[in-house]
């Protein structure tokens, strides 16, 4: 494996105890994401890509390739309907299955870039202001903690298949 083709964990950064409502979510969804990262880091891609608790069909990598989709969905699909951003679940299964000659590497920075242009139209944009794509009816506020429920959600499920991959735990 090339440097290229690995993942390095990220320096976690815990929220603080005290902030404001915008501040409080951003830390906690950005402490989570980093949370993502670390738990993939140091898999081989056969590892990320393999199911390790039958008869589950979830992988590492999969679920980090979700992730960018559930970043893309919420947040510059349909929050901020930019135009040159299509729908991550037309025709899709939900994103799980990489494409072919994609590595773990190539998946984390896709994501982390994902998680960048979110934070982007978070700063750009009120709680308050409303989801730009005609049919949906949500805040950003809304948002966000729906990307802190499902980015917290998959951090679980990462515990459980590194920790049967490797014996890893505590990412």
């Known amino acids: 494996m090339t440097d290229a083709d690995s993942v390095v964990p990220l320096e976690r950064v815990v ?43 979830l992988t590492p990598a999969g679920i980090v390739r ?29 994103g799980f299955e990489l494409a072919p000659g994609e590595s773990l590497a190539t998946v984390v920075r896709s994501y982390l870039a994902e998680c960048a242009r979110s934070n982007e139209i978070v700063t750009a944009h009120s709680l308050d202001d409303v989801a730009g794509r005609d049919g949906h009816d949500f805040d950003l506020r809304y948002a966000v903690l729906q990307l802190v429920e499902e980015t917290a959600r998959h951090c679980g499920h990462l515990d459980l298949l590194r920790e049967a991959i490797d014996g890893a735990a505590g990412h």
Do not use: C, M
């Not at 951003?26 to 891609?45: C, H, P, Q, Y």
């Not at 349909?78 to 037309?90: G, K, N, Q, R, S």
């Open 66 to 94: 979700h992730l960018i989709g559930v970043e893309r969905w919420w947040f510059a699909f349909t929050f901020a309907a930019l135009p040159e951003v299509t729908d991550p679940w037309a025709g899709d299964d939900g």
């Open 15 to 57: 929220p603080p105890l005290r902030a404001d409502e915008r501040e409080a979510l951003i830390l906690r969804l950005d402490f989570l994401r980093e949370t993502v990262v670390n738990n993939v880091a140091g898999l081989s891609l056969v590892q990320a890509t393999t199911a390790p608790v039958a008869p589950s069909t």
